[in-house]
């Protein structure tokens, strides 16, 4: 998989480093199997993540590159994931497509993979720039239904959960592995308005560690018992 940084380098006509405000923004709502808030799942719980990314439409946007990053992988397991094939369209026609905006480079009929990087377990979700830099909001743009304007997910991320973590979704351009952030026409430079999802196991239920060490105390009260009968 080819970071955002390599396809800015195809793109250097455009580019210069320098800092602007953030008009790119992610928004997510988050689901659990047991029906239970996030704030309160149960441990084996599977978390779906559905993401939406948009623009104000000024500055426009020449490319992107984002991921779910900064989670314990020892407490989710990464089950599956998807991506719309291109953001941002400045046209979009009901019953014909969208046009004019940003492609990305994963996702499509591909999906979504996990990976690993010194600061820890990543979820890519779009790789993409445009020699013409694109002013679409994204409020038409198709989720993974395909729908015009119909506002499902652009991206759909599932994981099982063993414990409490956070996720962030969106750039982190201060990696310098993963090189994640947006550009502006022009080749301005910077983070999104980056989305935050905390899970947490609900009272009374123990975590993995927790439910080992009571599992043994409750052996050993049990055999301290039989043999003093």
């Known amino acids: 998989m080819r970071r955002l940084s390599s396809l800015l380098a ?5 580019l210069t480093a320098s800092a602007a405000t953030a008009s790119v923004l992610f928004t ?5 199997t047991s029906g239970r808030p996030v704030s309160s ?6 978390v779906t993540i559905d993401i939406r ?11 992107l590159g984002a991921a779910i990053f900064g989670y314990d992988g020892s ?3 990464f089950l599956s994931g998807s991506a719309v094939s291109s953001i941002l369209h400045e046209t979009c026609l009901p019953g014909i497509g969208c ?19 010194s600061a820890g377990p990543y979820v890519q979700l779009f790789n993409g720039v445009s020699l013409i830099p694109r002013t679409g909001t994204g409020a038409q743009d198709p989720g993974l239904d395909g729908i015009v304007g119909g506002g499902d997910a652009q991206f759909r991320v599932t994981f099982a959960v063993t ?7 969106g750039t982190n351009s201060a990696d310098p592995v993963l090189g994640n952030a947006v550009v502006y026409s022009g080749g301005v430079i910077a983070d999104a308005t980056n989305a935050q999802l905390t899970i947490s196991v609900g009272p009374g239920i123990p975590e993995p560690g927790g439910a080992l060490l009571m599992g043994l105390g409750l052996a050993g ?8 009968t």
Not at 10 to 14: E, P
Not at 41 to 46: A, E, F, M, Q, Y
């Open 163 to 169: 414990g409490a973590t956070t996720f962030q979704i």
């Open 41 to 46: 799942v149960l441990i084996g719980d599977v």
């Open 221 to 228: 009260l049990a055999m301290g018992r039989w043999r003093s």
């Open 28 to 32: 997510i709502t988050a689901t659990t």
């Open 53 to 63: 990314v948009s623009s104000a439409g000024s500055p426009a946007v020449a490319g």
């Open 75 to 77: 407490m989710v397991d």
């Open 10 to 14: 195809a793109a250097t006509v455009i």
């Open 99 to 117: 046009f004019n905006g940003i492609d990305n480079q994963i996702g499509g009929a591909s999906p979504l993979s996990e990976g690993t990087v």
